[in-house]
Every structure is written in C-alpha cells, then in structure tokens.
C-alpha cells in the first residue's frame, strides 16, 4: 500500500487515494504507532465522490472514526491538487460532516496554504464538571465534531495530559469529546493546547482552533468578524467568525515524506 505522510502545523496523517479497507480500525491502529509503525495522529483516505470533488474519511492513531479535522482537510486539498487528481483551486470535500469548500493558494505551482470554510459552530451554555474532585468550566462547541473548550490563567500549566483523557471520556461526553485548553492573550490571540479525542496530545487540532474561537467569542474576549490568530503546539492558524457563526480557516499543508508498507 501507498501512503503520504502529510501535516497541518505537527498534526500529521497517513494519506491513501482509494477506498477504505475492511481491516482500518487495525491497520490505522497499527501504522499510526510512533514506534513500531509509520508514526501519526491516525489515516485519512481520498475517494471520488457522487456529491463533491472527492471525499476524505478520517480514522484516529486508535482506530475510531472521525467526522472531521481541519488540518487534514487541508492536506487533502494539497493532496489532489499536487499529485494531478484536479487542477481547480476551489474544492468541494465531502466529509461525515458535511460538504467542506475549500481555497488554494500556490507557491510556485504546489499548494502551501488553504482556506477552509468550516461550516457552523454551534455552541451550548457553559457547563461545569465535577473531575477528580475538582469543578471545572467549560463550553461545549461542536465545528462538526464535539469539543469541550477549557480557559486557563497559563498554557504551560494547564492540565493537559492528567484532565484530557478524564474529559475525553466523561460520562457527560457519551461518544467522547476534544479537550482544548486555552489562554487569551489578547482580543485577537490565543494559545491552545490539544488532547484530541482518539489520538490524545497533538500538536494542532484546526477544529479545535476554531472551537476555541467560538468559546473566546462566547465568553466576550474575541468579536465576531476579527480574525483571530490561534497559536498552537505546531504553529498558528488565522480564524474568523461571522455573526451567523460561519467559521472560516487558512492554514498551511506540508508533504513529509512517501511510503510504501506491507499489509
């Protein structure tokens, strides 16, 4: 099997072009392993669709699938634009949640950059958990995908690895959930930390930034119509939200390397 490894600011994936195995819950399982696999937060695989210009079905480093992900979203568009599949730079994608649109924006013919149009956050009051003996505060955002959106004095503290996982699996999360921790830096800044449902700590999460934006709207330290540049592990994307919540993403896509593996 060929595959292309590919990332969105750390946030790297094993691409296919082709149809999904019956066998991915294990082989995603099995060649995302950073040891004695390829190494990866999980696989993406490209398809021809009947109602977009392609497809992309997203499965975690454990083998679950995800409805969507920002930053691999982009790298699809990196993806079949490079490798000759299309030669359009706006694209439709067709995801588990949804049509995605997406803009191209090339450097010496190859793509480097992509906006994403990320549909509607939708977000629910803020929400208070009882873990480990602790109250935490939290606001619920779902950008096609369920995100628990926490806001702390200090990234370099936050409680990412202890908190995340218990969040991850909180009974008020039946299907799980995304963990940001977040730290306003000013009305147009951010700084994020992932535990990302399925694949744990990751160096970007794209509809984490964005989920994280509505809640900073939400609790009034961002506007609505700014661009808002959200600073994680693995780099900074620019993230905007309309009045109607429509969430727009521009981000960079990298190739790192092609592969091939017995299966």
Request: glycine share 12%; charged share 20%.
């Amino acid at each position: 099997m060929h595959f292309t490894k590919m990332h969105g600011l750390g946030n790297d994936y094993l691409y296919v072009y082709g149809e999904v195995p019956e066998n991915i819950e294990e082989l995603s399982t099995k060649l995302s392993e950073r040891h004695f696999g390829a190494g990866s937060d999980g696989m993406i695989y490209i398809s021809p669709s009947d109602i977009a210009d392609f497809k992309m079905r997203i499965f975690n480093a454990d083998g679950s699938e995800a409805k969507m992900c920002g930053n691999g979203i982009r790298c699809v568009g990196k993806y079949v634009y490079d490798k000759g599949y299309t030669d359009k730079k706006h694209l439709q994608i067709e995801t588990l949640s949804g049509i995605k649109h997406l803009d191209l924006q090339l450097i010496g013919g190859q793509v480097k950059t992509v906006t994403v149009n990320m549909g509607t956050a939708v977000y629910e009051k803020e929400r208070q958990l009882h873990v480990d003996g602790q109250e935490i505060h939290l606001v619920p955002v779902s950008v096609g995908n369920p995100h628990a959106v926490i806001f702390v004095d200090d990234i370099q503290t936050a409680p990412l690895t202890t908190l995340g996982p218990k969040i991850e699996h909180h009974h008020s999360f039946p299907g799980g959930v995304n963990v940001e921790f977040v730290q306003v830096l000013s009305e147009n800044e951010l700084r994020i930390r992932v535990w990302e449902r399925g694949s744990g700590v990751t160096m970007a999460c794209g509809t984490g930034a964005c989920a994280s934006t509505m809640a900073a709207i939400v609790k009034k330290f961002c506007e609505y119509g700014t661009p808002v540049s959200v600073h994680l592990d693995g780099g900074t994307l620019k993230i905007q939200i309309s009045n109607d919540h429509t969430v727009t993403m521009t981000g960079p896509a990298e190739t790192i390397y092609e592969g091939e593996t017995v299966i």
